[in-house]
């Protein structure tokens, strides 16, 4: 099983000026102490092209209400606070803003390209992309106006923001240039260029204030840019197919998946060195996560397992069952579950990290696409 066939881009799409029913006790659920206010609290679940979202209460476990659509979707984020959606449609090049809170339609913006790609953050608005026919739009955090649009950026897959959102790194979809874009005005700040890819785009992911990372996976490499100017800095090199590293929650490693070496790399944050490689025996790792300080979370073809980032290796021989169909995946911010969209089964499985206990999510329908505010995607 490829890390295509666990992982999907998350995907949903809202109508512009539709008429939106909603179902939901919003006073009720305000009044429950966290409600909106706790962005690890509530779910948006979906299906690719389908016109409803889905929102669950992941405390309770249960479906907490539905919104109904006029027009399929295509692809959204949830601010991080949880309380708005952004939802592009692909089809009319628009941006829509849902209020999660009301279950209201808030306003839709025209765009001059067409979203296939959308990152947010509170400070500075909602970034899109197109992966087919290039460019660079950024509106602001409400949806009101575009505030920049810059056309030189070649067809991009989802950029990654810095830490403080002022920067979006970025990679051209078929390979061959990474660069780097201020989110104030839209100028480019650097571009290299880098080697045309025959299987999967490299995977930027960013350090602040210190180096980003991108992952050539049909290479099985993994270099270190300067954030700053993109000048190389280090480079590992295992096997072909490795995947992307995911940052544990206290900042200090990357977890590098390499499936074909039956291994997960460990790299220092501070300074890009190798520091050991976790021996997975017979489980072959696909997607990592580093949930709470301590402990991580691997999925492979096998199942789930545990990891001790205190020791590096496996904490347990325990595996628990993981549906061989998983689609999209997240660990909310406090790092302490993770979140499985399982499309066949008509569910989400969720995983408490710290109990090491799981829980199945019954829907009404099938659902691909699983989204949270402030949450860290382990699949892309």
Request: charged letters at 15%.
């Amino acid at each position: 099983m490829s890390l295509r066939h666990v992982t999907a881009i998350f995907a949903i799409c809202l109508p512009a000026l539709a008429a939106v029913l909603w179902f939901w006790p919003f006073e009720a659920a305000s009044s429950v102490q966290g409600g909106w206010n706790n962005p690890d609290r509530f779910m948006i679940a979906a299906s690719t092209d389908s016109e409803t979202l889905t929102i669950i209460d992941t405390e309770s476990a249960t479906t907490a209400g539905e919104i109904s659509l006029s027009a399929p979707v295509k692809t959204l984020i949830v601010s991080e606070l949880g309380n708005l959606a952004y939802v592009a449609h692909a089809e009319a090049s628009r941006l829509s803003v849902v209020n999660l809170e009301t279950g209201r339609l808030e306003r839709t913006t025209d765009l001059p390209i067409t979203p296939l790609h959308l990152v947010g953050s509170a400070e500075t608005g909602v970034l899109i992309t197109n992966s087919e026919q290039g460019g660079m739009v950024l509106v602001d955090p409400y949806g009101r106006d575009v505030i920049f649009e810059n056309n030189s950026i070649p067809p991009s897959s989802e950029p990654i923001l810095s830490a403080s959102g002022t920067v979006a790194y970025y990679h051209s979809a078929e390979g061959g240039e990474v660069g780097a874009v201020s989110m104030e005005t839209g100028e480019v700040l650097w571009r290299i260029a880098t080697p045309k890819l025959t299987q999967d785009v490299p995977i930027v992911r960013s350090v602040d204030g210190l180096y980003i990372t991108v992952t050539f996976s049909d290479k099985g490499e993994i270099a270190a840019l300067d954030s700053a100017s993109g000048k190389p800095l280090a480079l590992h090199r295992f096997g072909p197919g490795i995947q992307q590293p995911f940052v544990t929650s206290n900042g200090y490693y990357f977890l590098v998946p390499d499936p074909a070496s039956k291994l997960i790399h460990v790299l220092s944050q501070k300074d890009f060195s190798l520091q050991t490689s976790i021996k997975m025996e017979a489980s072959t790792p696909i997607v990592v996560a580093g949930v709470l300080d301590s402990a991580g979370l691997a999925v492979s073809e096998d199942g789930l397992f545990a990891l001790d980032l205190t020791d590096f290796k496996r904490s347990s021989d325990t595996t628990y069952s993981m549906p061989a169909m998983t689609s999209d995946a997240l660990v909310t911010s406090n790092g302490m579950r993770a979140f499985f969209a399982v499309p066949k089964d008509k569910s989400i499985m969720t995983f408490d990290m710290l109990h090491n206990r799981q829980k199945r999510i019954s829907l009404p329908q099938s659902v691909n696409i699983i989204a949270m505010g402030s949450t860290n995607s382990i699949c892309h």
